[in-house]
């Protein structure tokens, strides 16, 4: 395994704990630094889709965040 597959390993657990965290202010916050992994291993991988998608969903995150606080 190299370096860039486990970027990809740590940004998928990173989503994962995301979705079993409680209160919302600290799913955003595990799930955007996720989203930022993922960009970074979507750009060294080439893939558009995952920079793209990550992307918005950060944000996304940080347009609620910055709403509610």
């Known amino acids: 395994m190299n370096w860039i597959e486990l970027l990809g390993w740590i940004a998928t657990l990173a989503t994962i ?3 079993i965290t409680k209160g919302e202010d600290r799913i955003r916050m ?5 989203c930022i992994v993922w960009i970074i291993y979507g750009m ?21 965040f910055l709403r509610k606080h």
């Open 17 to 19: 704990v995301s979705f």
């Open 30 to 34: 595990i799930n955007g630094m996720a």
């Open 44 to 64: 060294l991988t080439r893939s558009n889709p995952i920079v793209a998608v990550n992307s918005i969903v950060l944000l996304l995150h940080g347009y609620y």
